[in-house]
């Protein structure tokens, strides 16, 4: 079989999406509300954000604004990795905020333990499984680089396991693994839109207040209060969307990712960068014996431009990553989750990787925006004279990190502190300081797909980054995939 055929009947849409526990739509915004927090997005930003202010003071008034449906954007689109780190990598966060980095470290773990207590407490089937994941060398250049981050994180309180080449491949039979670095503890699979959907009820059962198929238009203020002014999704043909109605709202919270942020300030901070994934029919049992992957811990492996893949409750395997593509303009629109040449080279990659899976088919393939900033994990602000936070930038992380970022805001709004209260969280350099923004365009393109060929290029030299990446690692802006 070649590749077009295993990609033949594959569906355009995400198989998380697909599940037949995806609820109905909710209703939308109708006339004009008053409430004391609206939250802007119904992804893990805006879900985790409402779901904590209730946990904080049961008496606010919350309500959700999502300009679709709920997780139908890059919270039922992600792979389910749900990572500790706060900062995208351990190595990413040394390198910015050193005087802070144990106590990020710290938090990050906090952080994932308090999801899991969550998804208990509030009895959400998100199909958690704790597996921790593992990086794996496929060339020689990467092995060393294995080792560097094992030591760093020994470190750090953390204690991955080096595994050479007979022991990585004893995880999981790969022709192609050199070494392996298998962090047991760091990372939880979910499924990514049942995590999205259970988050929603939960907010729900706590009395917050959900709107579907509602997006926000303006914001202004009103008094000493925010206005927001939200309408329909815009339909093809339709000149102009049909006006909901208003929120009014003491405070305002924004996690609408990488969505045009009705912030202008947050503009020039965030991209939109489509990444894509593909996933398998269920393995039969001989295939699954073939690879073993027992311990089914999440995967990545340790190029640049890195593959990340995982196995799904039932057995089949995603396969996401490689490509990065950002369109002129901060271009978003529906037809670019589809590329069917970037489907074609994952599935090459696939089966390189797994030779001994040849025959299979992939059932769905998709692709979707991650909110990209310059320092590839979250920042975060006020606006509004401290009325109104935001968060953004999550770079690929965001499926834990949001929760962190959530309590951030309401920290910054100070819901549920009291006056001149500050938290260890707030106190946090990386809380306190920006990314540097993206320039304009034309500019913006060009360096962005420079960046991307030269990466590439380091790829198929033995990793070693030209003069533009160090340039930018120079300058803390060290890209990769």
């Not at 697909?18 to 893990?44: I, M």
């Not at 679709?68 to 990598?89: D, K, P, V």
């Not at 968060?391 to 309590?407: I, K, P, S």
């Not at 920006?434 to 913006?444: A, T």
Request: charged share 25%; with cysteine.
């Amino acid at each position: 079989m070649n590749v077009a055929e295993s990609l033949a009947g594959a569906a355009p849409e995400p198989f998380w999406l697909r599940d037949p526990a995806r609820p109905g739509a909710g209703p939308a915004l109708s006339g004009a509300l008053t409430c004391d927090l609206a939250v802007v997005g119904g992804g893990y930003s805006g879900l985790w954000t409402a779901l904590l202010a209730k946990e904080r003071d049961p008496s606010l008034d919350v309500v959700v604004l999502e300009a679709g449906r709920i997780g139908a954007a890059a919270s039922g689109r992600n792979g389910g990795f749900c990572a500790a780190s706060l900062t995208h990598g351990l190595e990413n966060g040394l390198g910015r905020w050193p005087d802070d980095a144990h106590t990020l470290e710290r938090l990050g773990w906090d952080n994932l333990r308090a999801i899991a207590e969550t998804l208990t407490r509030h009895g959400i089937d998100a199909e958690w499984e704790p597996t921790g994941e593992m990086s794996v060398a496929t060339e020689e250049w990467q092995v060393p680089a294995l080792q560097e981050a094992a030591d760093k994180a020994y470190e750090h309180g953390w204690e991955p396991i080096l595994l050479g080449p007979e022991a990585v491949r004893a995880e999981v039979d790969s022709p192609t693994y050199l070494a392996g670095l298998w962090d047991r503890d760091a990372v939880a699979m979910v499924h990514p839109a049942k995590l999205a959907w259970g988050l929603a009820d939960a907010c729900r059962a706590l009395g917050v207040r959900v709107f579907e198929n509602t997006r926000v238009t303006a914001l202004r203020t009103d008094a000493r209060r925010l206005r927001l002014t939200a309408a329909a999704p815009s339909r093809r043909g339709d000149r102009a969307s049909r006006q909901l109605g208003t929120v009014t709202a003491r405070n305002v919270a924004l996690g609408t990712g990488a969505f045009p942020p009705i912030l202008r300030r947050l503009r020039n901070y965030v991209v939109p960068v489509y990444d894509y994934a593909l996933v398998t029919e269920p393995l039969t049992p001989a295939q699954r014996a073939s690879i073993g992957w027992r311990h089914r811990q999440g995967l990545g492996d340790s190029a640049n431009q890195f593959h990340y893949y995982r196995l799904t409750a039932d057995d089949r395997i995603l396969w996401g990553g490689y490509d990065a593509i950002y369109h002129f303009g901060n271009g978003m629109r529906p037809a670019l989750e589809r590329r069917p040449s970037t489907y074609a080279t994952l599935a090459r990659h696939f089966f390189a990787t797994f030779p001994q899976l040849e025959g299979m088919r992939f059932t769905n393939a998709w692709g979707g925006v991650i909110d990209t900033c310059s320092r590839f994990c979250a920042f975060y602000g006020t606006a509004y004279d401290g009325r109104l936070a935001y968060a953004a930038g999550y770079t690929g992380l965001g499926v834990g990190a949001t929760r962190f970022g959530a309590d951030v805001m309401l920290d910054l709004l100070r819901i549920g502190l009291a006056p001149g209260e500050e938290t260890e969280r707030t106190r946090l350099a990386m809380v306190r300081s920006k990314p540097v923004p993206f320039p304009p365009e034309p500019l913006r393109y060009g360096v962005i797909e420079l960046t991307r060929r030269e990466i590439a290029r380091a790829d198929r030299n033995a990793g070693r980054r030209g003069l533009w990446l160090r340039t930018l690692d120079r300058m803390g802006l060290g890209f990769d995939s």
